[in-house]
T-cell receptor, first 110, second 113 residues
């Protein structure tokens, strides 16, 4: 089983729609969770952290479900510029390493 | 715009060549990383340096040899690579090891022929 698993997509979504995708992790000792964004042929950049209580940043909402070991990302009122690959990342506190998912590709269509 | 630069951006090399990848960070960070990114696979952490000292080597073949002469520069020396080593090699830095926000360079697209 992969340590961090994501649906690779692509998710093809019309502009203005709401889209959500999940990520599951296998290490129950994982403490910290993040979403990174990687545009085509660009480097990954931190999008947002994921807190136990859930958190929102503009059109983006991240949720954590520790019992089921998954995190989610919701994008409302999607824009063309949201087209990218979204990488789920888990920080293993015991060795301070980031464990990366392979990413979910999102394509927003006009 | 990025505080982490990498050269070259593209590299094609034969299996018998020796080449080096260079990374420089202008952010005053203390930790630097080399990652390998292959298509449809997760980023693979290769090496971690903290204040110029290697703190992690994730079972990387010896044909990859890192060098960190100071906290701002990181090199990856390559020799006798295999075609399966073709990938995007990303350098990243962070305030310290364990900091979750890592800043990446644009990467070097390596093709081994």
């Amino acid at each position: 089983r992969k340590e961090v698993e994501q649906d690779p997509g692509p998710f093809n979504v019309p502009e203005g729609a709401t889209v959500a995708f999940n990520c599951t992790y296998s290490n129950s000792a994982s403490q910290s969770f993040f979403w990174y964004r990687q545009d085509c042929r660009k480097e990954p950049k931190l999008l947002m952290s994921v807190y136990s209580s859930g958190n929102e940043d503009g059109r983006f909402t991240a949720q954590l479900n520790r019992a089921s070991q998954y995190i989610s990302l919701l994008i409302r009122d999607s824009k063309l510029s949201d087209s990218a690959t979204y990488l789920c990342v888990v920080l293993i506190d015991s060795n301070y390493q980031l464990i990366w998912g392979a990413g979910t590709k999102l394509i927003i269509k006009p | 715009e990025t505080g982490v630069t990498q050269t070259p951006r593209h590299l094609v090399m034969g299996m018998t060549n020796k080449k080096s990848l260079k990374c420089e960070q202008h952010l005053g960070h203390n930790a630097m990383y080399w990652y390998k990114q292959s298509a449809k696979k997760p980023l693979e952490l290769m090496f971690v340096y903290s204040l110029e000292e290697r703190v992690e080597n994730n079972s990387v073949p010896s044909r990859f040899s890192p060098e960190c002469p100071n906290s701002s520069h990181l090199f990856l020396h390559l020799h006798t690579l295999q075609p399966e080593d073709s990938a995007l090699y990303l350098c990243a830095s962070s305030q310290a090891t364990g900091a979750y926000e890592q800043y990446f360079g644009p990467g070097t697209r390596l093709t081994v022929t």
